[in-house]
């Protein structure tokens, strides 16, 4: 089994800057993908980034340029470095895992197998 803990989110102003983090605990390894989704209220969870086991980075194209995804040596670490974040970045962010490559974009919800609870981030204009 796999648990994901997130944390760093909070209220930031438009042009700000946060660090999201999740902390994996249980049987997780080099051989996981792991990425952040976030879903806004009455919209779809979707992927923002993601880091395949094979080492290969995907991001969203609403955040290219403007997100960092990254680990930890130990690969139980997960951050997101998020910088000129808009008020349409206001959503819960979750971290996600999966013991395998993920597929096409790697960005597909229905490809991960834990989640964690969220941490919610709040962008003001």
């Known amino acids: 089994q796999v648990q994901l803990l997130e944390s760093g989110g909070g209220s930031v102003q438009s042009g700000g800057s946060l660090r999201l983090s999740c902390v994996a605990s249980g049987n997780i390894y080099s051989t996981y993908s792991m990425a952040w989704f976030r879903q806004a209220p009455g919209k779809e969870r979707e992927g923002v980034a993601a880091?395949?086991?094979?080492?290969?980075?995907i991001y969203a194209d609403a955040v290219k340029g403007r997100f960092t995804i990254s680990q930890d040596n130990t690969k139980k670490r997960l951050y997101l470095q998020m910088n000129s974040l808009k008020p349409e970045d206001t959503a819960m962010y979750y971290c996600a895992a999966v013991r395998s490559t993920v597929g096409g974009d790697g960005l597909g919800k229905s490809d991960y197998s834990y989640w964690g609870q969220g941490t919610q981030v709040t962008v003001s204009s």
């Open positions: 880091i395949d086991r094979d080492g290969r980075i």
